[in-house]
């Protein structure tokens, strides 16, 4: 009988039953007695060993941020840091690459930093499928929905990505624009890209607009330097386009100075819509039309369910925030094509 025999029998999450058999505080008593009960009954003896390592857990907050150069993440974690500032819980960021196992490291820092929780800025659901059993402390996914997931200790904070989608090319598509391009992430790898593009293409379905993903989509990293390649291979395939949506703000903007050194005027020859909402879009030139997350709302959430589930033993939580378009100057109506 070992502790996740326990958590199966009870229904509590593995860090639940931890706690209780380890005479720690932040457990609702119906749960404490649950699992007093399951391990009397089933004769349970926690090893000495493996209690003397759980109460070696620290008291930090671990944030795995999923690309070192998202901005949005970037904002995201400067909001998170100010609101837990006052917390007793110290903050420890680390960043893995796009390509890497978000999940992976999360269970090797929980054996060496022994974390109270840990907030995922991205992350693939597929990674957390086949992985996340091996977490035992709270988690919150921040701009992922992991409702469909089930994990007892896995809540999540997301953007209606699709619906962002949607709203960009439907943006556009009122402007009058019939050809459309997209950049964004990889197809199939990035659960955010395929939300947004499968938002899109519905858009483009709703207002008759053709599209064929393998001349009118390129796909990269979010960002600056991947927008403007972007670009430059739409123009290399001699792809007819009026208007590109850039399904990350850092894209759109590399699109822009990809567009300009081409001697093409945004957004007079072509308008440029991004998503995300960064501070930046609103000092360049022209600035930045956008599908805006509300960064406050998604990291303040995330941040208090974390806390949240760490100090109670509540059911996971799984939020959406409604995005919404930020009309500005880079875009502009034609009156045909």
């Not at 921040?142 to 200790?153: I, M, P, Q």
């Not at 990350?248 to 093409?264: K, N, T």
């Not at 998503?275 to 022209?286: E, K, N, Q, S």
């Amino acid at each position: 009988m070992t502790i996740k025999d326990i958590s199966v029998l009870t229904g509590y999450s593995v860090g639940t039953v931890s706690r209780v058999l380890n005479d720690q505080p932040n457990v609702s008593e119906k749960a404490r007695a649950a699992i007093l009960e399951a391990a009397r009954k089933n004769g349970f003896r926690l090893n000495a060993n493996a209690k003397q390592l759980k109460q070696q857990r620290s008291n930090t907050l671990l944030v795995v941020v999923k690309g070192t150069s998202n901005e949005l993440f970037g904002s995201l974690l400067e909001t998170i840091q100010a609101k837990v500032a006052s917390w007793p819980y110290p903050l420890v960021v680390d960043y893995v690459d796009e390509d890497e196992n978000e999940v992976l490291r999360g269970v090797q820092l929980c054996l060496e930093k022994k974390p109270q929780g840990i907030l995922f800025l991205g992350g693939n659901l597929e990674n957390f499928r086949k992985h996340f059993g091996e977490v035992d402390v709270p988690c919150v996914l921040v701009t992922g929905d992991a409702s469909e997931l089930s994990f007892r200790n896995l809540s999540s904070v997301t953007t209606d990505d699709r619906q962002a989608g949607f709203l960009a090319v439907e943006h556009l598509a009122r402007l009058g624009h019939r050809n459309i391009a997209m950049i964004g992430g990889v197809l199939g790898i990035s659960d955010i890209t395929t939300l947004r593009f499968d938002g899109a293409i519905a858009a483009c379905g709703e207002y008759g607009l053709e599209f064929d993903k393998n001349r009118d989509y390129v796909s990269g990293r979010f960002s600056y330097a991947d927008g403007y390649r972007a670009v430059r291979t739409l123009m290399d395939r001699k792809c007819k386009f009026s208007a590109i949506f850039a399904m990350a703000d850092v894209m759109a903007i590399g699109a822009i100075r990809a567009l300009q050194d081409s001697g093409l005027r945004v957004p007079e020859d072509v308008s440029v819509i991004g998503l995300d909402g960064l501070a930046i879009g609103d000092y360049t030139v022209p600035r930045l039309a956008t599908v805006r997350q509300s960064v406050s709302k998604l990291a303040m959430r995330s941040i208090q369910i974390l806390r949240e589930q760490i100090e109670g033993d509540l059911d996971p939580r799984h939020e959406t925030i409604i995005p919404a378009v930020d009309w500005k100057e880079s875009t502009v109506a034609i009156s045909g094509e």
